[in-house]
């Protein structure tokens, strides 16, 4: 996931790629500034990864040198997911750092102590439940106790369910009155050009989205609308291309990939592409049957459905997925930054925007 950074009128919010060691650097360097309760994290050049270069030597093995490149070229797919879980990590380090500034600025601007701040702003607006509020709480819980033997527990347990969510929502409203700049973006990879049937946008445009999916996953699915959306929102500064990435547990997803490829030829993909997620009848018959409904020749679109026509095409989607370490789906790379997992339309268009603003020499986190 990417960084969620503040949506309120006053913040702004610009990404360049650094390390975690780089980060906590600039953090250093920013404590020593006043802010006036913005919180500045800026890009000083390249960071040292990029500047070492993709031709440092990082091995020697009986006189031949293995560099860098060597190294990112023949096992891509090992580090690209590494890299991103250690992204993920860094997100989370980030956030954290970024909350206690914002929370030592806001108390040094009032006079108090963090703890006096916490205490006026967040405790003093907690209230304890009720107790029949707690007794519905431990109709919830499995134990064997008595009520009244974890009572005490219970009591301090929605306490801190309630202090947590008054903590966030406080350092939500700081984030929207400061200026928060984040240097941190996905680890990044170089992809192979996608099918111009299969791509949508201008050619030109200055963020390209890339989609590695299975019709037949759920969270493909879900996620569907989200990118549809996202389409519609920046048709005139994105590009969107699908990638096939059938997965072995899902046995017609291979097929429902060869039929959106079939009516490609046809050009209606995007049709076909949208019908599957909608529908989910991924049966050959379902698929024939929609291709009718979209009024695709029938005759032309059985044979090449049949004959495993575009089986092959399907297959170099997926090998260059397993060739980047892609293990599940949907995965995407938005301006070559790698993303997976449960993403939603509010991630997936922060990383688009961020993108947008960005300059063309932002590099990635913990990779290239």
């Known amino acids: 996931m990417r960084l969620h950074t503040t949506n309120g009128p006053k913040s702004k919010t610009k990404v360049y790629g650094l390390t975690l060691g780089e980060i906590m650097s600039v953090s250093k360097m920013v404590l020593g500034l006043s802010l006036s309760g913005s919180l500045v994290f800026a890009a000083m050049g390249r960071i040292a ?10 091995a020697n093995v009986g006189g031949v040198k293995i560099t860098m490149s060597d190294l990112e070229q023949e096992e891509s797919g090992k580090l690209l997911a590494a890299r991103y879980q250690y992204y993920q990590v860094e997100t ?18 009032e006079h108090l ?43 301090e347990k929605i306490r801190q369910l309630r202090s947590d969510r008054a903590r966030a929502a406080y350092l939500q409203t700081l984030r929207a009155e ?61 590009s969107f291309s699908f990638k096939d990435f059938p997965l072995p547990m899902h046995p017609r997803a291979e097929k429902a990939a060869e039929a959106a490829r079939c009516a490609s030829r046809q050009n209606k993909f995007w049709e076909f592409h949208d019908e599957l997620f909608r529908s989910k009848e991924l049966d050959v018959d379902q698929l024939k049957a929609q ?34 370490g892609i293990n599940g789906t949907p995965s995407f790379f938005i301006n070559g930054h790698f993303m997976s997992g449960a993403l939603d339309y509010a991630t997936l268009r922060q990383e688009i925007e961020q993108q947008l603003t960005e300059p063309p020499q932002t590099v990635a986190s913990a990779g290239k």
């Open 113 to 155: 102590t963090v703890a006096q701040l916490v205490d006026r702003e967040v405790n003093s607006k907690v209230k304890d439940p009720t107790e029949d509020q707690m007794k519905v709480y431990y109709e919830g819980v499995e134990t064997d106790q008595p009520y009244e033997a974890v009572r005490e527990k219970i009591l």
């Open 49 to 58: 990864a990029q500047s070492e270069g993709t031709d440092s030597v990082v």
């Open 291 to 324: 291709a009718r409904a979209l009024k695709l020749d029938s005759e032309q679109f059985d044979k090449c459905l049949d004959s495993g026509e575009e089986a092959a095409a399907v297959d170099r989607d997926r090998k260059e997925g397993t060739r980047l």
């Open 178 to 238: 400061s200026t928060v700049y984040i240097v941190l973006a996905p680890p990044s990879a170089t992809l192979e050009a996608a099918n111009p049937q299969m791509t949508e946008g201008p050619r030109k445009a200055q963020v390209t989205l890339v989609e590695f999916a299975d019709y037949e996953c759920p969270y493909c699915q879900k996620v569907a609308p989200d990118v549809k959306k996202l389409a519609a929102d920046f048709s005139d500064k994105v």
């Open 92 to 109: 989370k380090a980030l956030n954290d750092l970024i909350d206690k500034k914002l929370l030592e600025q806001k108390a040094a601007s």
